[in-house]
């Protein structure tokens, strides 16, 4: 399974949101669809799982959607440190493969 | 609390080997798969494939098939990770994380390895 992130970058401004899309090249559960933060030189930070599952401490201005072949991930109210590296994946098949990433930068 | 520890940097000549090492606690060794994930710099999150412990039972991505190795130690809740003919195209950042059914909730803090003649 293929997934193909878009934007691969994006500028905001704190206070606004930003969406982030994750296409599947097949129809993926739901259950196996995961959205992590990757910051410089730190380990990928579990976000959300089962597309719309809020990790343990990750506040609930992130949030998740999608079905089938599309996802999304949405941030509100942004903060400055959310500006990251985002990536989703999917663990229904190996390969376990992750998106490209989408960058959200400081406008 | 669960944790997975990593060894150091590394840095190998082409056509090296290299084995690196993450340390687990926290939760029960045996009842998760262990994965390891890598990301070149300026390139995408990588699986390389998952070994589940005590069994050694393992799962490798196409183009790691022979030339990585995953083991683990039950003894020492460690997983290991080798690999062999390193090239420049295997720098990167290593990391280990876990799941079972589930999502790659805990991570390492990452192993730098870098290849350079």
């Known amino acids: 399974i293929v997934l193909t992130q878009s934007p691969a970058s994006l500028s905001s401004s704190p206070g606004e949101s930003a969406t982030l899309s994750c296409r599947a090249s097949q129809s993926l559960s739901i259950t196996y669809l995961t959205w992590f933060q990757v910051k410089s030189g730190q380990a990928p930070r579990l976000l959300l799982y089962g597309a719309s599952n809020r990790a343990a401490g990750v506040p609930d201005r992130f949030s998740g959607s999608g079905s089938g072949t599309d996802f999304i991930l949405t941030i509100s109210r942004l903060e400055p440190e959310d500006f990251a590296v985002y990536y989703c994946q999917q663990f229904a098949s190996s390969p376990y493969n992750f998106g490209q990433g989408t960058k959200l930068e400081i406008k | 609390q669960v944790q997975l520890v990593q060894s150091g940097a590394e840095v190998r000549k082409p056509g090296a080997s290299v084995r690196i090492s993450c340390r687990t606690s926290?939760?029960?060794?045996?009842?998760?798969?262990l994965h390891w994930v890598r990301q070149a710099p300026g390139q995408r999150l990588e699986w390389m494939g998952r070994v589940m412990p005590s069994g050694d039972n393992t799962v490798h991505a196409q183009g790691f098939q022979g030339r990585v190795t995953m083991t683990t130690d039950t003894s020492t809740r460690t997983l290991y990770l080798e690999m062999g003919n390193l090239t420049v195209a295997d720098t990167a950042v290593y990391y280990c994380?876990?799941?079972?059914?589930?999502?790659?909730?805990?991570w390492g803090q990452g192993t730098p390895i870098t290849v350079s003649s």
């Open positions: 926290g939760y029960t060794f045996s009842s998760q798969w």
């Open positions: 994380t876990r799941n079972w059914q589930g999502p790659f909730d805990y």
